[in-house]
């Protein structure tokens, strides 16, 4: 099977696995995931349509496909052999696994705490994990130099970790995704005095969306050091949610 045959098949099963969870799912939605219109779809499943490298990655990234795997399904749409390293895909996996995937950040924060877990499967039933993914993720904080064995457990070395702001990015979508997720499940889960659920519905002037930006950012700087002081025993996530309920419009 050619590039594109590869490239067709990843994608009818990428949709294919979406549809098991939910039936209704619709081509059309698969096609707004993949930012693209819902012929161009039909017509690369129908192998009417081929499509160029650049045009496989932006698909690719609009699905916050795993760097490893994107590389794989690229390099298939011709007969050359990739020239970057494999030390060189592993950082680029690792990095984008480390903001994808909230499990890196809890973990590390979790080696802050007053007395962390030692063990792979203590850490695991604390973060309500499996022991195999505290595993991987623990070989790839090492592989990145986040943390070193200290002792009998582990100790936390990296430097604060930030991310960009304002910049469409595959992995932190993936990770606003993630979040999401474990939100809702922490509030079928969680008791109410263990968590904090609010929101508030408003007409506001656009035009001060940076500045209110820069507000949530002081904000959550200035709660994290509040928060991070006294006895550190768990580990907490903030998310704050400011989006779009209403269309653009103009006024008149």
């Known amino acids: ?8 098949d990843f994608l ?18 698969f096609a707004k ?25 932006k698909i690719l990234e609009n699905l916050m496909i795993d760097p490893i795997k994107q590389e794989q399904l690229i390099t298939c749409f011709d007969d050359k052999s990739s020239s970057e390293d494999i030390k060189f ?6 990095q984008y696994f480390v903001v ?15 007395k962390p877990p030692e063990q792979p499967d203590e ?25 070193k064995k200290h002792k009998s457990s582990y100790k936390n070395v990296s430097e604060p970790l930030t991310t960009t702001e304002d910049i469409a990015n595959s992995s932190l979508k993936k990770r606003h995704e993630n979040n999401l997720r474990a939100a809702l499940e922490s509030l079928y889960s969680d008791p109410v005095d263990e968590r904090d659920f609010s929101f508030i519905t408003m007409a506001i002037d656009p035009d001060k969306i940076p500045k209110a930006k820069k507000m949530i950012r002081k904000f959550k700087r200035e709660l994290a050091k509040e928060l991070e002081s006294g006895n550190q025993a768990e580990v907490y996530e903030l998310s704050i949610q400011l989006f779009p309920r209403s269309k653009k419009g103009e006024l008149t």
């Not at 099977?1 to 067709?8: T, Y």
């Not at 349509?49 to 990655?57: D, F, G, I, L, N």
């Open 123 to 147: 850490i695991a039933k604390r973060l309500g994990v499996s022991t195999w993914r505290v595993e991987q993720a623990i070989e790839r904080l090492i592989r990145l130099g986040f943390i």
């Open 1 to 8: 099977m050619d590039g594109q045959g590869l490239f067709r």
């Open 12 to 29: 009818m099963t990428y949709m294919s696995d979406l549809q098991q969870s939910n039936p209704s799912y619709s081509m059309r939605a």
């Open 89 to 94: 895909k592993q950082l680029r996996a690792d």
């Open 33 to 57: 995931k993949c930012s693209v219109h819902p012929a161009v779809i039909s017509e690369i499943f129908s192998g009417k349509r081929k499509v160029s490298t650049s045009y496989a990655k």
């Open 100 to 114: 994808a995937d909230p499990i890196y950040y809890s973990l590390l924060s979790l080696f802050d705490t007053r």
